[in-house]
């Protein structure tokens, strides 16, 4: 069973708050959103993803907080 929610962040925390989420380990996925809630970009994550394996999925979070202003987090998490 899974379960969602929603953040509404800023161009500067996009990186900062999928790093967050991306420790707590419970997430399944992470979608961004524009302020259309047009999907920008999904992230499956996967236990054990870690470190090196992060990297390219947090350049493309760089590069999508460097387009857009305002934004939503979409996150599914394991209950």
Same mark, same amino acid.
């Given at each position: 069973? #899974?379960?969602? $929610?929603?953040?509404?962040?800023? *161009?500067?925390?996009?990186?900062?708050?999928?790093?967050? +989420?991306?420790?707590? @380990?419970?997430?399944?996925?992470?979608?961004?959103?524009?302020?259309?809630?047009? #999907?920008?970009? $999904?992230?499956?994550?996967?236990? *054990?993803?870690?470190?090196?394996?992060?990297?390219?999925? +947090?350049?493309?979070? @760089?590069?999508?907080?460097?387009?857009?202003?305002?934004?939503?987090?979409?996150?599914?998490?394991?209950?």
């Amino acid at each position: 069973m #899974s379960t969602h $929610e929603e953040f509404k962040v800023t *161009g500067d925390d996009i990186v900062r708050t999928v790093k967050r +989420l991306i420790k707590e @380990g419970n997430v399944r996925r992470i979608s961004i959103k524009n302020k259309d809630g047009r #999907s920008l970009v $999904e992230i499956p994550l996967t236990v *054990g993803v870690v470190g090196a394996a992060l990297a390219p999925v +947090l350049a493309a979070v @760089g590069a999508i907080a460097a387009l857009v202003t305002d934004c939503t987090i979409a996150v599914e998490r394991d209950t």
